[in-house]
């Protein structure tokens, strides 16, 4: 199983990127999806997860209501579209994908729930 991020660069505050994960290997709707950033020094922490057939999701506090996220199941891709972004988003961003089932999407909320990996994308938001 691949995936393959890609979206992240520079912005300014307020502005908007779209960060997107390209998975092959495994069937696409069999994977739950997550996105997580990490800063140097900090644990990876999680942004956002969705359920296999998208119905799902979960956005952490500090992202809900800016970012969303979503599955294009035609092109075996995750999105995030991340608006109003702050200085504080600034990170390296991680997709992620998991094979386990969960009652709750919420319990998908730490990199030890996920079995695959995309390298980082890094975005940088400035003041």
């Known amino acids: 199983v691949q995936l393959q991020a890609f979206g992240g660069g520079l912005v300014q505050a307020k502005g908007s990127l779209r960060l997107a994960c390209a998975v092959s290997?495994?069937?696409?709707?069999?994977?739950?999806m997550g996105w997580f950033r990490q800063t140097p020094g900090k644990e990876r922490e999680i942004v956002s997860a969705i359920s296999g057939n998208g119905g799902r999701i979960y956005y952490a506090d500090s992202v809900e209501g800016r970012f969303t996220i979503s599955r294009g199941f035609a092109k075996h891709t995750m999105y995030l579209q991340m608006d109003n972004l702050k200085p504080e988003d600034t990170a390296v961003y991680y997709c992620a994908g998991s094979r386990r089932v969960y009652r709750s999407v919420r319990y998908f909320s730490t990199p030890n729930d996920y079995d695959y990996w995309g390298h980082g994308t890094k975005v940088t938001v400035s003041s």
């Open positions: 290997g495994r069937p696409f709707n069999s994977l739950a």
